[in-house]
T-cell receptor, first 113, second 114 residues
Protein backbone atom coordinates (compact mmCIF):
# COMPACT_ATOMS: atom_id res chain seq x y z
CA UNK A 1 0.00 0.00 0.00
CA UNK A 2 1.49 3.27 -1.12
CA UNK A 3 2.13 5.62 1.78
CA UNK A 4 2.52 8.62 -0.51
CA UNK A 5 -0.14 9.25 -3.15
CA UNK A 6 0.93 11.30 -6.15
CA UNK A 7 -1.15 12.92 -8.88
CA UNK A 8 -1.53 13.35 -11.76
CA UNK A 9 0.03 10.32 -13.42
CA UNK A 10 1.00 12.40 -16.43
CA UNK A 11 0.95 16.02 -17.44
CA UNK A 12 1.36 17.90 -20.70
CA UNK A 13 2.16 21.60 -20.47
CA UNK A 14 3.15 24.19 -23.01
CA UNK A 15 6.51 25.89 -22.89
CA UNK A 16 6.31 28.79 -20.46
CA UNK A 17 3.42 27.29 -18.54
CA UNK A 18 3.21 26.09 -14.95
CA UNK A 19 3.41 22.39 -14.06
CA UNK A 20 1.85 21.37 -10.76
CA UNK A 21 2.25 17.94 -9.16
CA UNK A 22 0.54 17.03 -5.91
CA UNK A 23 1.35 14.51 -3.21
CA UNK A 24 -0.54 13.45 -0.08
CA UNK A 25 0.58 11.38 2.88
CA UNK A 26 -0.98 9.89 6.00
CA UNK A 27 1.93 9.31 8.36
CA UNK A 28 2.27 12.46 10.47
CA UNK A 29 5.69 11.26 11.63
CA UNK A 30 7.17 12.05 8.21
CA UNK A 31 9.52 15.01 8.51
CA UNK A 32 11.42 15.10 5.24
CA UNK A 33 9.83 15.57 1.81
CA UNK A 34 12.11 15.44 -1.26
CA UNK A 35 11.32 15.59 -4.95
CA UNK A 36 13.35 13.59 -7.43
CA UNK A 37 13.65 14.18 -11.18
CA UNK A 38 14.32 11.29 -13.56
CA UNK A 39 15.19 11.57 -17.25
CA UNK A 40 14.68 8.58 -19.57
CA UNK A 41 17.44 6.00 -19.17
CA UNK A 42 18.87 7.67 -16.07
CA UNK A 43 18.60 7.24 -12.34
CA UNK A 44 16.56 9.70 -10.28
CA UNK A 45 18.31 12.81 -8.98
CA UNK A 46 17.37 14.95 -6.02
CA UNK A 47 15.70 18.15 -7.23
CA UNK A 48 14.53 19.95 -4.10
CA UNK A 49 13.45 19.00 -0.57
CA UNK A 50 11.52 20.53 2.31
CA UNK A 51 11.04 19.95 6.02
CA UNK A 52 7.74 20.71 7.81
CA UNK A 53 9.06 23.78 9.64
CA UNK A 54 8.56 25.85 6.46
CA UNK A 55 5.55 26.14 4.15
CA UNK A 56 7.43 26.90 0.95
CA UNK A 57 10.86 26.44 -0.55
CA UNK A 58 12.01 27.83 -3.87
CA UNK A 59 15.04 26.95 -5.97
CA UNK A 60 15.10 28.69 -9.30
CA UNK A 61 11.95 27.78 -11.23
CA UNK A 62 11.06 24.95 -8.84
CA UNK A 63 8.96 25.54 -5.72
CA UNK A 64 7.69 23.13 -3.08
CA UNK A 65 4.54 24.15 -1.22
CA UNK A 66 3.85 22.29 2.01
CA UNK A 67 0.55 22.14 3.91
CA UNK A 68 1.11 20.32 7.19
CA UNK A 69 -2.52 20.39 8.34
CA UNK A 70 -3.75 18.92 5.05
CA UNK A 71 -0.82 16.47 4.88
CA UNK A 72 -0.12 17.55 1.33
CA UNK A 73 2.80 18.96 -0.57
CA UNK A 74 3.24 19.98 -4.17
CA UNK A 75 5.87 20.81 -6.75
CA UNK A 76 5.41 23.82 -8.99
CA UNK A 77 7.57 24.22 -12.08
CA UNK A 78 7.33 27.81 -13.27
CA UNK A 79 8.07 28.84 -16.86
CA UNK A 80 8.27 25.16 -17.87
CA UNK A 81 10.88 24.35 -20.52
CA UNK A 82 11.22 21.35 -22.88
CA UNK A 83 14.32 20.34 -20.87
CA UNK A 84 12.05 19.86 -17.83
CA UNK A 85 10.36 16.92 -19.59
CA UNK A 86 10.99 14.06 -17.17
CA UNK A 87 9.34 11.88 -14.55
CA UNK A 88 9.01 13.47 -11.14
CA UNK A 89 8.72 11.51 -7.90
CA UNK A 90 7.72 12.87 -4.53
CA UNK A 91 8.85 11.04 -1.43
CA UNK A 92 8.61 11.20 2.34
CA UNK A 93 10.58 9.82 5.24
CA UNK A 94 11.14 10.02 8.95
CA UNK A 95 14.57 11.26 9.98
CA UNK A 96 14.68 8.58 12.70
CA UNK A 97 14.00 5.72 10.27
CA UNK A 98 17.44 5.56 8.69
CA UNK A 99 16.09 7.59 5.81
CA UNK A 100 13.73 4.95 4.47
CA UNK A 101 12.07 6.92 1.70
CA UNK A 102 8.48 6.21 0.68
CA UNK A 103 8.05 7.24 -2.95
CA UNK A 104 4.97 8.31 -4.85
CA UNK A 105 4.09 6.56 -8.11
CA UNK A 106 5.61 9.28 -10.28
CA UNK A 107 4.34 11.91 -12.72
CA UNK A 108 5.51 12.04 -16.31
CA UNK A 109 5.76 15.66 -17.41
CA UNK A 110 5.96 16.56 -21.08
CA UNK A 111 6.65 20.18 -22.01
CA UNK A 112 5.70 20.95 -25.60
CA UNK A 113 7.63 23.60 -27.56
CA UNK B 1 34.15 11.67 -11.43
CA UNK B 2 31.90 11.00 -8.42
CA UNK B 3 29.46 8.29 -9.39
CA UNK B 4 27.51 5.16 -8.61
CA UNK B 5 28.06 2.36 -11.12
CA UNK B 6 25.95 -0.72 -11.67
CA UNK B 7 26.62 -3.81 -13.74
CA UNK B 8 25.19 -5.21 -15.84
CA UNK B 9 22.92 -2.51 -17.27
CA UNK B 10 20.69 -5.04 -18.97
CA UNK B 11 20.14 -8.68 -18.10
CA UNK B 12 17.80 -11.34 -19.43
CA UNK B 13 17.80 -14.57 -17.47
CA UNK B 14 15.67 -17.62 -16.78
CA UNK B 15 13.72 -18.57 -13.69
CA UNK B 16 15.89 -20.05 -10.95
CA UNK B 17 19.31 -19.09 -12.30
CA UNK B 18 21.21 -17.23 -9.58
CA UNK B 19 22.45 -13.77 -10.49
CA UNK B 20 24.28 -10.86 -8.93
CA UNK B 21 23.97 -7.19 -9.80
CA UNK B 22 27.00 -5.23 -8.68
CA UNK B 23 26.97 -1.69 -7.32
CA UNK B 24 29.98 0.44 -6.55
CA UNK B 25 30.40 4.05 -5.41
CA UNK B 26 33.56 6.15 -5.31
CA UNK B 27 32.34 8.87 -2.93
CA UNK B 28 33.22 7.18 0.39
CA UNK B 29 29.52 7.12 1.27
CA UNK B 30 28.34 5.34 4.41
CA UNK B 31 24.78 4.64 3.27
CA UNK B 32 23.83 2.49 0.30
CA UNK B 33 20.48 1.22 -0.86
CA UNK B 34 18.77 -0.88 -3.52
CA UNK B 35 15.43 0.06 -5.07
CA UNK B 36 13.20 -1.46 -7.69
CA UNK B 37 11.11 0.71 -9.98
CA UNK B 38 7.87 -0.59 -11.43
CA UNK B 39 5.25 1.33 -13.46
CA UNK B 40 2.57 2.81 -11.25
CA UNK B 41 4.44 1.91 -8.07
CA UNK B 42 7.33 4.36 -8.06
CA UNK B 43 10.52 3.24 -6.34
CA UNK B 44 10.43 0.73 -3.52
CA UNK B 45 13.37 0.04 -1.27
CA UNK B 46 14.65 -3.54 -1.22
CA UNK B 47 17.56 -3.39 1.24
CA UNK B 48 19.79 -0.73 2.68
CA UNK B 49 23.12 -0.57 4.45
CA UNK B 50 24.17 2.01 7.01
CA UNK B 51 27.81 0.92 6.98
CA UNK B 52 30.11 -2.02 6.32
CA UNK B 53 28.58 -5.26 7.60
CA UNK B 54 25.37 -3.46 8.63
CA UNK B 55 22.34 -4.10 6.44
CA UNK B 56 18.58 -4.08 6.94
CA UNK B 57 15.42 -4.89 5.03
CA UNK B 58 13.52 -2.28 3.11
CA UNK B 59 9.88 -2.58 2.05
CA UNK B 60 10.21 -5.42 -0.49
CA UNK B 61 13.13 -7.68 0.56
CA UNK B 62 11.59 -11.07 -0.31
CA UNK B 63 13.67 -13.00 -2.85
CA UNK B 64 16.74 -10.77 -2.53
CA UNK B 65 19.99 -10.85 -0.57
CA UNK B 66 22.68 -8.24 -0.08
CA UNK B 67 26.10 -7.98 1.49
CA UNK B 68 28.35 -5.07 2.43
CA UNK B 69 31.86 -6.36 2.94
CA UNK B 70 33.53 -3.21 1.65
CA UNK B 71 32.39 0.37 1.96
CA UNK B 72 32.29 1.00 -1.77
CA UNK B 73 30.43 -2.14 -2.90
CA UNK B 74 26.87 -3.30 -2.28
CA UNK B 75 25.89 -6.22 -4.52
CA UNK B 76 22.30 -7.40 -4.94
CA UNK B 77 21.85 -11.16 -5.15
CA UNK B 78 18.86 -13.02 -6.53
CA UNK B 79 19.33 -16.64 -5.46
CA UNK B 80 16.41 -18.00 -7.47
CA UNK B 81 14.93 -15.29 -9.71
CA UNK B 82 11.26 -15.43 -10.62
CA UNK B 83 9.29 -13.54 -13.30
CA UNK B 84 7.81 -11.17 -10.69
CA UNK B 85 11.33 -9.85 -10.12
CA UNK B 86 11.40 -8.47 -13.65
CA UNK B 87 11.97 -4.80 -12.98
CA UNK B 88 14.30 -1.80 -13.22
CA UNK B 89 16.77 -1.80 -10.33
CA UNK B 90 18.64 1.17 -8.91
CA UNK B 91 21.49 1.33 -6.47
CA UNK B 92 21.94 4.56 -4.53
CA UNK B 93 24.39 6.00 -2.02
CA UNK B 94 24.65 8.96 0.34
CA UNK B 95 27.10 10.20 2.93
CA UNK B 96 24.48 9.90 5.65
CA UNK B 97 20.89 8.66 5.57
CA UNK B 98 18.84 9.94 2.57
CA UNK B 99 16.82 12.19 4.87
CA UNK B 100 20.01 13.93 6.02
CA UNK B 101 22.04 14.05 2.83
CA UNK B 102 21.59 13.92 -0.94
CA UNK B 103 21.18 10.43 -2.33
CA UNK B 104 22.98 9.63 -5.61
CA UNK B 105 21.50 6.98 -7.89
CA UNK B 106 23.22 4.69 -10.34
CA UNK B 107 22.11 4.39 -13.98
CA UNK B 108 19.87 1.38 -13.37
CA UNK B 109 19.82 -2.31 -14.31
CA UNK B 110 16.93 -3.59 -16.36
CA UNK B 111 16.29 -7.21 -15.43
CA UNK B 112 13.99 -9.57 -17.30
CA UNK B 113 13.29 -13.01 -15.85
CA UNK B 114 11.60 -15.45 -18.24
Amino acid sequence: QQQVKQSPQSLIVQKGGISIINCAYENTAFDYFPWYQQFPGKGPALLIAIRPDVSEKKEGRFTISFNKSAKQFSLHIMDSQPGDSATYFCAASRTDSWGKLQFGAGTQVVVTP
Amino acid sequence: EAQVTQNPRYLITVTGKKLTVTCSQNMNHEYMSWYRQDPGLGLRQIYYSMNVEVTDKGDVPEGYKVSRKEKRNFPLILESPSPNQTSLYFCASSLESPSEDEQYFGPGTRLTVT
